[in-house]
């Protein structure tokens, strides 16, 4: 078992930068594979990106590439979604997910989630 808790969400113009942060209790964070996903207002939760239990292996949805960076810290059972050159489109609730085995893209297959925090891009 592990809970999650979102912060540093907010409002941000367009170009401009924030930085995630999860951090975790419970069960010993490092066996856990973890994700962003995050989800518009009336669309499906969708992933953005992943990082193995080392923190070795990562993984972003296309539309992020190049702009958003997932890292961990298992010192302090943390993961961050830095997330640089921020688009409108970006908008939605930033939502992390952890899961015992390795990463994956699909939402259905984590078996842990936080509340979410809000990113607000505006143009």
């Known amino acids: 078992q592990v809970q999650l808790v979102e912060s540093g969400g907010g409002l941000v113009q367009a170009g401009g930068s924030l930085r995630l942060s999860c951090a975790a209790s419970?069960?010993?964070?490092?066996?856990?594979?973890m994700a962003w996903f995050r989800q518009a207002p009336g669309k499906e939760r969708v992933f953005v990106a992943a990082?193995?239990?080392?923190?070795?292996?990562?993984y972003q949805t296309d539309s992020v590439k190049g702009r958003f960076t997932i890292s961990r810290d298992n010192t302090k059972n943390t993961v961050y979604l830095q997330m640089n050159s921020l688009k409108p489109e970006d908008t939605a609730v930033y939502y992390c997910?952890?899961?015992?085995?390795?990463?994956?893209?699909?939402?259905?297959?984590?078996?842990?989630w936080g509340q979410g925090t809000q990113v607000t891009v505006s143009s």
């Open positions: 997910a952890a899961r015992l085995t390795s990463g994956s893209s699909r939402t259905y297959e984590y078996d842990y």
């Open positions: 990082i193995s239990r080392s923190g070795g292996s990562t």
């Open positions: 419970g069960r010993a964070f490092s066996v856990y594979s």
